[in-house]
């Protein structure tokens, strides 16, 4: 399907643990983004790519690491999860071209991955 | 640093009425301005666009503007309907691509 898949939708950890959230497009957008989404705070860049094997820290990368080695994969682990890392998460993809269908600099947001960190 | 405040925060109005939600950054050094809306546990649908160059954008009911030098924007719902309800959330971009959200405005349409 086109699209842009996160995975898992749901996920509950213990404090400590390593968790991987996978996004997945199907545009070849060169842009990819995580964003976390928190009550009271808003949205807030996590990590973002700007073409494969090219990653850059956002306004809150503390405790996660990202890597892009195919376009169109976007995993984000929590190398050792905590509490304050409860949160929704959201994936999203953009062209700055305007060559694909979304038209230039939209961004496409995934579904989102709810994590509760025990 | 960039700052985006959305006003109000929450905004209850019966079906039929026009209404405006408001959204102000604190740099004008912006790509564009896009307007979103969230439905409760989903992700986010992409509504409007305008470019630092346009001043509005138009979609249906929809109308943005965009008064880049104040810092300002607006989106103007028509004719409400239950329909959109939701939140609705503005966002600049900044170099990189990269979006710089407001916290949202939440509303609700009475039927």
């Known amino acids: 399907d086109a699209g842009i898949t996160q995975s898992p939708r749901y996920k509950i950890t213990e404090t400590g643990r390593q968790v991987t959230l996978m996004c997945h497009q199907t545009?070849?957008?060169?842009?990819m983004f995580w964003y976390r989404q928190d009550l009271g705070h808003g949205l807030r860049l996590i990590y973002y790519?700007?073409?494969?094997?090219?990653?850059d820290k956002g306004e809150v990368p503390d405790g996660y690491v990202v890597s892009r080695s195919k376009t169109e994969n976007f995993p984000l682990t929590l190398e050792s999860a905590t509490r304050s890392q409860t949160s929704v998460y959201f994936c999203a993809s953009s062209d700055p071209t305007g060559a694909t269908l979304s038209g230039a600099n939209v961004l496409t947001f995934g579904a989102g991955s709810r994590l509760t960190v025990l | 640093k960039q700052e985006v405040t959305q006003i109000p925060a929450a905004l209850s109005v019966p079906e039929g009425e026009n209404l405006v939600l408001n959204c102000s950054f604190t740099?004008?050094?912006?790509?564009?301005l896009q307007w979103f809306r969230q439905d409760p546990g989903k992700g986010l649908t992409s509504l409007l666009l305008i470019q630092s160059s346009q001043r509005e954008q138009t979609s249906g009911r929809l109308n943005a503007s965009l008064d880049k030098s104040s810092g300002r924007s607006t989106l103007y719902i028509a004719a409400s309907q239950p329909g959109d309800s939701a939140t609705y959330l503005c966002?600049?971009?900044?170099?990189?691509?990269?979006?710089?959200f407001g916290a949202g405005t939440i509303l609700r349409v009475k039927s």
């Open positions: 966002a600049v971009m900044e170099y990189g691509n990269k979006l710089v």
């Open positions: 740099d004008s050094a912006i790509y564009n």
């Open positions: 790519s700007a073409a494969a094997d090219i990653t």
């Open positions: 545009w070849s957008h060169s842009y």
